[in-house]
């Protein structure tokens, strides 16, 4: 009896060692996995731990009674006088080039053209424009007509 009793001490040891070498195995594989640390992905840039920290420093000091300094972004980018001039610029030159489309009835529209119509649209632009209507027919790579 006692013989068999040390036996299964031996046996209960040799099962709590090889259930901490499981564990640390499992451990290193879930580590070479990327399991493990599962606070991987988003970072916050320098800037932002700045203003975390400058927030937490002024609520301590509303805490003690101090001053609190604020800790307010500067406001919005200013774009210079030029850059606006230009973006103006290209804008007005953008609307006239439109008015002067509408105004001539050139009026571009994309319709798509199934392939085995092909030449029925282009005998039908042919037919448009021997009526004086301004029509522009192009079948391109994209199989569209444009009129």
């Known amino acids: 009896m006692n013989n068999l009793t040390s036996v299964l001490k031996q046996l209960q040891q040799e099962r709590t060692r090889l259930a901490s070498q499981l564990e640390n195995l499992n451990g290193a594989i879930s580590a070479l996995n990327g399991i493990g640390n599962p606070r991987t992905g988003r970072t916050v840039s320098a800037a932002g731990r700045a203003r975390i920290a400058a927030a937490q420093r002024a609520r301590w000091a509303k805490v003690k009674g101090e001053n609190v300094v604020s800790i307010a972004r500067g406001g919005r980018r200013k774009m210079s006088a030029a850059a606006i ?4 610029a290209a804008q007005k030159a953008r ?4 008015r002067k489309v509408h105004k001539e009835g050139l009026v571009a529209r994309v319709v798509p ?3 085995h119509e092909k030449h029925a649209c ?3 632009g042919l037919e448009l424009l ?9 079948l391109g790579p994209s199989n569209r007509m444009y009129r």
Do not use: D, E, Y
């Not at 001039?85 to 103006?88: H, Y």
């Not at 609307?95 to 439109?98: L, S, V």
């Open 122 to 124: 282009v005998a039908a």
């Open 85 to 88: 001039a230009r973006i103006r």
């Open 113 to 115: 053209i199934p392939q």
């Open 130 to 138: 021997s009526k004086g209507l301004n029509i522009a027919v192009v």
């Open 95 to 98: 609307w006239a080039k439109w």
